[in-house]
């Protein structure tokens, strides 16, 4: 099904321009596009411009009709800068919107004129009022889903929510987040990345909430090592893929999820491309180079990702340190780079091949495996799992980013502003820009 996303500010933007004044009014926006594997495409919001009062040929309190000399203007701009196009205007009332036989035609003069001025491209309408919104591709009756994307993940419109599941096994967490709560998560497609000590335990609760679309990601295998963090692997498991064990336990409790298990490394890009099409993303992975990627598919495809992490810190035989890091890389929310956390010099070493590390002057040995233990894994996990929660049922709970320092036994929630002109999240970098530009990864 074609989606358009927006960045939640832009939405609330939209509301508040267009809602409740006295007269119909009209938005353009500008999106990036994103192929899907079913034939469908992810439109994604990059840019809202509103109509002044001189871009109308007739506005009234029951239609508005833009000039042709702006719907030229955004057009042109739309081709050369290799966006489509969603056009949005108002409806009165409090009731959810519909189209109109009005807006059947003036849609149909606009998808004639954008089928010869920008063709290739897929263009949208949407209609919003106090009610509610709805929309679908421009000049067609394919409705499209809406999701508005920051701190909060809402669906804005479904036309097709799906039949009510039996909530009998969830009765205890739909006391909590509701029936509507307890539907978004059966409906929610998660990539979790990393099926090591964080991301083990991640797909174990996320499968006993409730979730039952899967992609795992994990290049590794289990170790002798990994027996004492990995949930659920057994003496047996040695040798055996990471997501292999993680999809074997997901799909002993929930026999109708959907997994799709991908032995590969995240800094690959046709690896990577499997993150494409899900909803939601957990980043569980212990390096610089992976986070580097993984932020980049966040923003330019506009998936909210929750990335963790923990350290042990162990000097003169004594543990100093033990933390913890549970963060939110979402629309208006500031990635890696803007925190300063990505260490430019280990994502480089991340992206070579062994043959490349070995024959490199400026890489001195190899890295020593870190200290880790389940509990704390098992802490930072259910924070970040208690963070989606908060995200997509709505539960309360505003802390997008949070550290966790053991020691201390404190949670600290910390808020970083996003660069202005961030090459990762902002609209002078990849947001939002979808296929049009490639992935920093490895292409082998």
């Known amino acids: ?7 939640s500010h832009d939405f609330a933007a939209i509301r508040g321009k267009l809602i409740g004044g006295e007269v119909e009014a009209c938005a353009i926006v500008y999106t990036g596009q994103a192929a899907r594997t079913d034939g469908s495409v992810r439109l994604l919001g990059r840019e809202v411009e509103f109509a ?8 009234g309190e029951l239609e508005a009709e833009l000039s042709p000399d702006f719907v030229a203007r955004v057009t042109k701009r739309a081709r050369r800068e290799g966006y489509g196009l969603t056009f949005v205007h108002s409806h009165p009332g409090d009731h959810a919107p519909g189209f ?8 149909g003069r606009l998808a004639g004129f954008l089928a010869h001025r920008h063709p290739g491209a897929v263009h949208g309408a949407m209609v ?4 509610g919104v709805r929309a679908r591709q421009l000049g067609k009756r394919e409705e499209m889903r809406v999701i508005s994307i920051g701190a909060r993940r809402d669906v804005l419109f479904d036309p097709a929510p799906g039949a009510q599941e039996d909530q009998g096994q969830f009765d205890r967490q739909v006391r909590a987040f509701g029936a509507a709560g307890q539907r978004a998560l059966g409906r929610l497609s998660v990539g979790i990345v990393g099926l090591g000590g964080t991301g083990s335990i991640v797909a174990q609760e996320l499968v006993h909430l409730g979730v039952r679309d ?9 170790e002798e090592s990994n027996l004492n963090r990995v949930a659920h692997a057994t003496s047996a498991d040695i040798g055996h ?3 292999e064990v ?7 409790l929930a026999t109708d999820a959907r997994v799709k298990a991908v032995k590969g490394d995240i800094i690959r890009s046709r690896i990577a491309r499997e993150l494409f099409e899900t909803d939601f993303i957990l980043g569980c992975t212990d390096s610089h180079g992976s986070r580097a990627v993984l932020q980049q598919v966040s923003y330019q495809y506009l998936i909210p990702c929750i990335d963790m992490g923990t350290t042990i810190v162990v000097a003169d035989g004594k543990v100093t340190h033990i933390q913890g890091r549970v963060q939110l890389l979402a629309p208006g929310l500031a990635c890696f780079t803007c925190n300063n956390l990505l260490n430019a010099a280990e994502v480089r070493r991340d992206m070579m091949t062994a043959f490349e590390r070995k024959a490199d002057p400026y890489l001195q040995g190899a890295r020593e495996p870190a200290p880790a233990v389940i509990s704390v894994n098992g802490t930072v996990a259910s924070l970040a799992v208690t963070m989606l929660l908060s995200v997509v049922t709505g539960i309360p709970g505003a802390a997008r980013h949070v550290l966790y320092n053991a020691i201390a036994c404190t949670l600290r929630s910390v808020r970083a502003q996003p660069a202005e ?3 990762v999240c902002s609209p002078s970098g990849a947001y939002a820009r979808g296929d049009a530009w490639p992935l920093n990864a490895r292409n082998d």
């Open 100 to 107: 109109s036989p009005t807006d059947d035609y003036g849609e």
């Open 1 to 7: 099904m074609t989606e358009l996303v927006l960045a």
């Open 52 to 59: 002044a009062p001189s871009d109308y040929t007739r506005q």
């Open 241 to 243: 893929p990471k997501v």
């Open 128 to 131: 919003v009022s106090a009610g």
């Open 246 to 252: 993680a999809a074997r336990y997901i799909r002993s």
């Open 214 to 222: 899967f992609v795992l990601i994990d290049a590794d295998v289990i």
């Open 421 to 423: 002109n961030c090459f």
